[in-house]
């Protein structure tokens, strides 16, 4: 187990002093600038009364600001709390009396929220440049021990309050790792920063392990698909990593498919289930979308499909990477043989040591013996390739029947007319409860329930098909993109 971790920045701009780290919008800041410009960001940190272990607000789009106050909070021991822009000041305010945060950073679109919660602001379009070229770069601590906690984030909530996950230095080492091996990371990589940085993956995959292995991160701002295809069309981009919903939009788009794809090496995707019709469209393209799954408890990288299993094993999130252990167990912690169903378990040094201030929860989320509990429903073929089932907490049961809405989800998806569902339970006095499914169609023709009903009984057992079916204009979603089910109404 590591006990200190070298100041990461520190040695990579020693190692890549010339070298762009980071790229956005035309500017372009080296590895010696990004070591020297963190350390001024520690030191106007300290000027504002932030010591080891307080907590550091930033509430912001993609910018390069975010990592050189990152790397800042790394150099001082702060801790570095990333606020979701999509919440309303009213959610913010749970999550600050939750961390406590000494100081806010906040970005020009997100100003007025940051005023609403009333903490000692720096306005990173309004101050923070003038501060930082007057602050010092400084002497700051030059390890960093591995348990130290980097930063916190808040779980997205899909079935209720969040959560602020701890992330130590030892998550980052494990996931960059885990991440890295498995898509063959090297120095001269280039990845594409779009997803939110309040969430796990905005900051893991893959620009905190690229910035590790001294590659570069082009930093978009918000995901829009037409500066992401120019970058493909410019063959800027070595890797690729997204959720469901970007790989549909840049499907959308009119120029992606004569963009020349065949220069990314790698195309990751996670955070939410990857429709089989998708990897069929991408297939199409030539394009091999290695599916995975992690959680944010997880640092976040646990499984990912090889690029080889992609076509042949659709649906499949592949092997445990390199320092990630799976289990999948009965309900009495047994192992269960391959093609059983069971439930998740992780353990290695990617995954979290608990939740900010909650014992409890970090308690409840761990088995006796030190594996985390993901949530999932899983089961593994005969050749160790994983399969998500479905989440444990949403499996419900029909007449005594276990039904999983994943399932009948990924065949409703099938359907031509259909681009996204979801299904809940709903009560029901004589099964005590039947799947109730919300559709999203596509911008053809809208299937009527009847016909739904009678595509789902040709592909599904009886009990397992939806009574009812619903049409919405969207969902209510994560930032990874996945549909919050505890927002859908099930009302009858």
């Not at 080296?30 to 010591?51: C, F, H, I, K, P």
């Not at 789009?61 to 919440?87: Q, S, T, Y």
């Not at 790698?266 to 394009?287: F, I, M, Q, S, T």
């Not at 599916?291 to 499909?305: D, H, I, R, V, Y």
């Amino acid at each position: 187990m590591l006990a200190d971790i070298p100041d990461l920045i520190a040695r990579r701009g020693e190692l890549s002093s010339d070298k762009v780290a980071l790229e956005e919008s035309g500017r372009l800041l080296t590895y010696a600038e990004l070591d020297r410009r963190a350390g001024q960001a520690a030191s106007l940190m300290a000027e504002r009364g932030v010591g080891e272990g307080d907590r550091v607000a930033i509430l912001c789009r993609n910018r390069i600001a975010f990592f050189e106050i990152l790397f800042g909070c790394a150099k001082l021991g702060a801790i570095l709390v990333p606020l979701n822009w999509r919440m309303p000041p009213s959610e913010l305010a749970e999550l600050i009396d939750d961390c406590a945060p000494a100081l806010l950073f906040a970005g020009v679109e997100d100003e007025a929220a940051a005023d609403a919660l009333a903490l000692p602001t720096i306005g990173l379009d309004r101050d923070y440049e003038a501060l930082v070229a007057r602050a010092p770069a400084g002497r700051w601590r030059g390890q960093w021990p591995a348990e130290d906690i980097w930063y916190l984030i808040y779980t997205s909530g899909t079935t209720g309050r969040p959560k602020g996950v701890i992330y130590n230095f030892r998550m980052a080492m494990a996931n960059y790792v885990n991440i890295g091996s498995a898509i063959g990371l090297t120095s001269t990589d280039a990845t594409a920063n779009f997803l939110p940085l309040f969430h796990t993956a905005g900051i893991n995959l893959h620009s905190l392990p690229t910035l590790i292995a001294g590659g570069r991160v082009i930093v978009v701002g918000v995901f829009d698909a037409e500066p992401v295809v120019r970058l493909l069309e410019g063959r800027r981009l070595d890797t690729f990593f997204a959720v469901p919903t970007v790989y549909q939009a840049l499907l959308d788009h009119p120029r992606f498919a004569a963009a020349p794809l065949d220069h990314v090496r790698h195309w990751g995707c996670g955070g939410a289930p990857l429709p089989d019709a998708l990897v069929e469209h991408y297939r199409a393209l030539g394009v091999r979308i290695c599916n995975g799954m992690g959680m944010t408890e997880t640092g976040p990288t646990a499984f990912l499909a090889d690029p080889a299993d992609a076509w042949d094993r659709i649906g499949s999130v592949g092997r445990a990477r390199t320092l990630c252990n799976a289990r999948i167990v009965d309900e009495e912690g047994r192992d269960v043989a391959d093609g059983e169903v069971g439930d998740l378990l992780f353990s290695g040094p990617g995954v979290t040591p608990g939740y900010w201030g909650d014992e409890a929860a970090t308690r409840a989320a761990f088995t006796a013996d030190g594996w985390l509990r993901s949530g999932d429903l899983a089961r593994r073929d005969g050749d160790g390739l994983h399969y998500i089932v479905g989440r444990r907490k949403e499996m419900f049961i029909s007449g005594g029947e276990n039904v999983y809405p994943a399932e009948v989800e990924k065949v409703l998806a099938a359907h031509p007319a259909i681009a996204e569902a979801a299904v809940v339970p709903a009560p029901d006095p004589r099964w005590g409860e039947v799947a109730r499914a919300f559709i999203l169609t596509t911008s053809g023709s809208t299937p009527t329930p009847e016909e739904l009903h009678a595509f789902c009984r040709a592909r599904l057992a009886a009990y397992k098909v939806p009574r009812s079916f619903e049409y919405v204009s969207d969902f209510p979603r994560t930032a990874a993109g996945k549909i919050r089910k505890h927002a859908l109404s099930v009302a009858e």
